[in-house]
């Protein structure tokens, strides 16, 4: 049975304009391609996810930074369009709105720059000014993108669910893992955390090392081999698979994951994580076959209406 309420997710974190060119491949260092399109888009890993979240239907409030440029102001009309709750975005005088540098090959695969910009503004004191829509939040949501004490503070003061995507990857986070419900990270960002070389021969190893660190449940996302997870509640490591297709573009498929992760997890309450994590892997995989970040966010699916393989791994 499903809750009569809409449940409140909230994410803090990061805002960016994304500049996408797009190339046969990717360069070699000090190489020069031509490219054969160009394009900005909204992104940001906060937004993304907050922006997946909401095109499932998620009650959203976002609280983040942007710059008083015109990309700032355009993000905030953005958010409120499609119905993201954008009264704790904050437009920062003289500072630039974040930008990202992406480049993306035919294959799919991609390369990206993050300039922060007023990302890197995002404070203890923005935490505070939100701390009763951070305190109801059914889930908070937090990434690597904006000052780390940041999402620290936010994760001390929430009471439901704390989804943590350690992207892009970063080593110094142990304070943060015992507040966290969920770890989410790739292969290279839980390979950076536990200091080993993560692929499946080595799968189990690094999820009940990171487990270790304190959080309730790991993650670890693989791309389109679906997710792997171990969970404090449950006896066994888990790995969900998911259907692969043609990428057209990865950029961003990470984040419709943690955003559609986040968004069943609190309106698919009763459902198994297997199922969940298997239908957050459906949104993924819907993103790549579509160009762009937030715009290639599905807001209608069948996720549900699959019932995802998984095999126990020990
Ligand atoms: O995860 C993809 C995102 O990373 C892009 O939208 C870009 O803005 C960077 O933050």
Known sequence: MESNQTPKIVVIGSCGIDFSTYSPRLPVPGETLHGTKFVTGFGGKGANQCVAAAKLGGNTTMICRLGDDHWGKQYKDYFREIG?????????????????????????????????????????????????????????????????????????IARGIRLFNAAP???????????????????????????FSVDTSNMVKALEALLATGCETVIITLGENGAAYISKNEKDPIHVLCDSVIPVDTTGAGDAFVGALATFLVTKRNFPLHQ??????????????????????PSEHTAFNKVYKYVTLK
Do not use: W
């Not at 701390?131 to 620290?152: G, M, R």
């Not at 969940?276 to 966010?297: L, P, R, W």
């Open 84 to 156: 993201v709750n954008v009264t704790y975005g904050t437009i920062t005088q003289g500072v630039s709105t974040g930008i990202a540098q992406i480049l993306v090959a035919e294959s799919g695969e991609n390369q990206i720059v993050f300039v922060a910009g007023a990302n890197n503004h995002l404070s203890i004191s923005d935490v505070h000014k939100a701390e009763d829509v951070i305190k109801n939040a059914d889930i908070v949501i937090a990434q690597l993108e904006t000052p780390f004490e940041t999402s620290l503070e936010a994760f001390k």
């Open 169 to 195: 990857a970063r080593k110094d986070i142990s304070e943060i893992l015992p507040y966290c419900t969920i770890l989410c990270v790739n292969e290279s960002e839980a390979s950076l955390l536990v200091d």
């Open 276 to 297: 969940i994590v298997g239908a957050a892997c459906d949104i993924a995989t819907m993103s790549v076959t579509k160009e762009g970040t937030q715009t290639s966010y």
